[in-house]
C-alpha cells in the first residue's frame, strides 16, 4: 500500500469504488469517465507503477490481471468483442501510476 497512490486507497477501501469482479490479486471498477459503454480498469492489488513492473516483480499478479480481464469480459457481454490496454508513461497517457489495464467494449471500436 502506497499511502498516496489513488489506486492502492482504492484497493484498500479507504477511496469507494464499486467492484465490478474481484479475485485474490486484482480488483476491477468501472472507468470513472468511460471512453465506451464498457470501460473496467483490471488493478492488481500490489502496487507496481505500470504493467511492466508488475511483469517483473510477479508473473502470477501479471496472470491474474489477465485472468480477471477474461471473467469481466464474459460478464460484460464482450467475450469476443473487446480492447485490452494498457499505458506506459505520461507520453503514452498514463495518468495514475499503479500498474492496471483498461477493459472497452460495448461498440464498434475504431482501427486504433
Ligand atoms: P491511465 O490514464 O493511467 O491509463 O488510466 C487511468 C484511468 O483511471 C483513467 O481512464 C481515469 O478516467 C481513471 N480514473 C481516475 N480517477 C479515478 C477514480 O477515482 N475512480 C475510477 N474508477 N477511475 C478513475
Ligand atoms: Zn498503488
Given at each position: 500500500m502506497t499511502a498516496d497512490c489513488l489506486f492502492c486507497r482504492i484497493v484498500a477501501g479507504d477511496v469507494p469504488s464499486p467492484r465490478v469482479a474481484e479475485s485474490e490479486r486484482s480488483i476491477a471498477i468501472r472507468d470513472?469517465?468511460?471512453?465506451?459503454p464498457v470501460h473496467v480498469l483490471v488493478v492488481p492489488k500490489r502496487h507496481e507503477p505500470d504493467i511492466g513492473a508488475l511483469a517483473r516483480s510477479s508473473t502470477e499478479d501479471l496472470a491474474d490481471v489477465f485472468a480477471l480481464v477474461g471473467r469481466v469480459a464474459e460478464q460484460e457481454g464482450i467475450a469476443t468483442d473487446h480492447r485490452i490496454v494498457a499505458n506506459t508513461g505520461r507520453g503514452a497517457g498514463?495518468?495514475?501510476?499503479?500498474a492496471h489495464v483498461h477493459v472497452l467494449g460495448g461498440t464498434e471500436l475504431a482501427e486504433r
Open positions: 470513472i469517465n468511460p471512453a465506451a498514463q495518468s495514475v501510476f499503479h
